[in-house]
């Protein structure tokens, strides 16, 4: 598609607005700014208007780095929903794809593609989701076995998958699940008799949360992101 008729269809602008801004500078391409209205674009290409990026009213993909206080819920009376930290046209078209405690922070994906969604969350696909942990007691060589081994929870007959567990510190490690059971990580750990104190989640599949991402922003996600869970 043409650069102009692509800012004007996802901006709203008329075709020669958008000729205007594109001649004025105000269009960049994958970071480059472009002054040649006809310019052909790829498909991946990203597109931004005055430092914001451009989408047509295809299925949007972007990663939040979920604070904590903020409830992964469309509507909370208490506290403030994921989603409304989504500066976007169309969010009530938008969904988590997933879910983390209120306390959790890290690593959440919202998209409006359901298929999308389906294939990160099915637990027939059992998508890896990487977990840091830190717990309030050292976590000893027995437990670490327990976890790698597939733990059993309280009050369910089915053990956990093995778990993928790195020790950052005696009381400190990463942990990689590939199923998503109720609060999964705190119950793992309060089966091999330790505690939660803090838990962010880093990775999804293979797509990593944006270290320059602040906890509360949020930013679309890369085509190569987006096709890593297709
Ligand atoms: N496991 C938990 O216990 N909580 C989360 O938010 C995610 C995984």
């Not at 199923?179 to 797509?207: C, D, F, P, T, W």
Request: with cysteine; hydrophobic share 40%.
């Amino acid at each position: 598609m043409r650069l102009d008729r692509y800012v004007s269809q996802a901006s709203g602008l008329s075709r020669s607005g958008a000729q205007r801004a594109i001649r004025g500078g105000e269009v960049a391409v994958n970071g480059v700014v472009q002054r040649r209205a006809a310019l052909s674009l790829a498909a991946t290409d990203l597109v931004s208007l005055g430092g914001c990026p451009l989408q047509l009213d295809g299925p949007r993909y972007f990663m939040l780095n979920k604070p904590a206080g903020v409830v992964s819920a469309r509507e909370d009376s208490l506290h403030p929903c994921a989603l409304d930290l989504l500066d976007e046209p169309r969010r009530a078209s938008l969904h988590l794809v997933g879910r983390l405690d209120i306390d959790t922070t890290g690593l959440l994906l919202v998209s409006d593609d359901g298929a999308w969604s389906h294939r990160v969350t099915s637990p027939r696909r059992r998508c890896p989701k990487t977990y840091r942990v830190e717990l309030a007691m050292p976590l000893d060589e027995e437990a670490a076995v327990r976890l790698r081994s597939g733990v059993s929870l309280r009050r369910e007959s089915r053990p956990c998958q093995p778990a993928g567990l790195e020790m950052i510190s005696p009381t400190c490690c990463r942990l990689t699940l590939t199923e998503g059971r109720y609060h999964q990580v705190k119950r793992m750990m309060a089966a091999v008799g330790n505690r939660v104190l803090a838990l962010h989640r880093e990775q999804v599949g293979s797509i990593v949360l944006d270290p320059d991402l602040a906890p509360g922003a949020y930013r679309p996600l890369t085509p190569a992101e987006i096709t890593s869970m297709s």
